[in-house]
């Protein structure tokens, strides 16, 4: 049961444009949501982060938007840059402080 | 700050045998740390909750005999992993939450392990 879902395994975006990743989840518990992004053999790397009381945090190039009705989240990066390539998991937490890893997308900027 | 430190970051063991890897927490005092798995290109996968001076919370599907944790300490967890087989081998992550609405969770760099 993938309570985090990333529909898009993989994502290619040219430097400069927007790069808008997508995250679904099932359990209306969550109430606490990250953007990481990781490398292989590394542990993941924070980026941002958005309660379920908001719908929108930014952060630098980084914005998270929350539709809870729709029990979506996505991350804007803009502008893209190729050193953004990696792999972005988005992640999902409740009161127990349980974080529940998505699927992950691998994005690729290119030049 | 947070930081979380785990060692060691590979291992290599011969199948049988028994790894034990290290988490902790060093400027922070952490009542739950998490035990994390990620297979090749898959998502990283919850094992078990690391409760301090109790027993350990298993995610379903995750033997809790194969898998031992102890955290006996508010900065140390440890993960054992008994009777290693090749299928075992995996990246195995650690993280801790402090306050994860100011400070959010954060993750140790990982153990790579290789049974053969």
């Known amino acids: 049961d993938q309570q985090v879902k990333q529909n898009s395994p993989s994502l290619s975006v040219q430097e400069g444009r927007i790069s808008i990743l997508n995250c679904d989840y099932t359990n209306s518990m969550f109430d606490y949501f990250l953007w990481y992004k990781k490398y292989p053999a590394e542990g993941p790397t924070f980026l941002i982060s958005i309660s379920s009381i908001k719908d929108k945090n930014e952060d630098g190039r980084f914005t998270v938007f929350l539709n809870k009705s729709a029990k979506h989240l996505s991350l804007h990066i803009v502008p893209s840059q190729p050193g953004d390539s990696a792999v972005y998991f988005c992640?999902?937490?409740?009161?127990?402080?349980?974080?529940?890893f998505g699927t992950g997308t691998r994005l690729q900027v290119f030049p | 700050g947070a930081v979380v430190s785990q060692h060691p970051s590979w291992v290599i063991c011969k199948s049988g045998t028994s790894v034990k890897i290290e988490c902790r927490s060093l400027d922070f005092q952490a009542t739950t740390m998490f035990w994390y798995r990620q297979f090749p290109k898959q998502s990283l996968m919850l094992m078990a909750t690391s409760n301090e001076g109790s027993k350990a919370t298993y995610e379903q599907g995750v033997e809790k005999d194969k898998f031992l944790i102890n955290h006996a300490s508010l900065t140390l967890s440890t993960l054992t992993v008994t009777s290693a087989h090749p299928e075992d081998s995996s990246f195995y992550i650690c993280s801790a939450s402090r306050d994860r609405g100011t400070y959010g969770y954060t993750f140790g760099s990982g153990t790579r392990l290789t049974v053969v």
């Open positions: 992640a999902a937490s409740d009161n127990t402080d349980k974080l529940i």
